[in-house]
């Protein structure tokens, strides 16, 4: 069984930076794809960011494309989300997820982190 442990979040102005770290224990062999999703009060959740390790490919929502970068360390079996250029509108709970194929849609995940708060001020 796979844990996800997210850490990173907190309370910034805008224009700011925030780097969230996803660490994974267990049997982590089988999740090739790694991804960040976030949810705000009253609204669905949403891809962020992905990271698939075979071919070190990334995506990302259009929504913070050229502000946040992901990462992952395979030595640490840990996943980043650096956020720069931070908005009010980025202000959720983010959360890591793990699975074999990537996908847009937080359903098809089972494995999930407890959620770290990202909250942006104007």
């Known amino acids: 069984q796979v844990q996800l442990v997210e850490s990173g979040g907190g309370s910034v102005q805008a224009g700011g930076s925030l780097r969230l770290s996803c660490t994974a224990s267990g049997s982590t062999s089988s999740f090739d794809c790694m991804a960040w999703f976030r949810q705000a009060p009253g609204k669905e959740r949403e891809r962020v960011a992905s990271?698939?390790?075979?071919?070190?490919?990334?995506d990302y929502a259009d929504s913070v494309q050229g502000r946040f970068t992901v990462s992952q360390d395979n030595a640490k079996n840990s996943l980043y989300l650096q956020m720069n250029n931070l908005k009010p509108e980025d202000t959720a709970m983010y959360y890591c997820?793990?699975?074999?194929?990537?996908?847009?849609?937080?359903?098809?995940?089972?494995?999930w982190g407890q959620g770290t708060q990202v909250t942006v001020s104007s």
């Open positions: 990271h698939y390790t075979p071919t070190d490919d990334t």
């Open positions: 997820a793990a699975r074999r194929w990537c996908s847009n849609n937080p359903r098809v995940y089972s494995t």
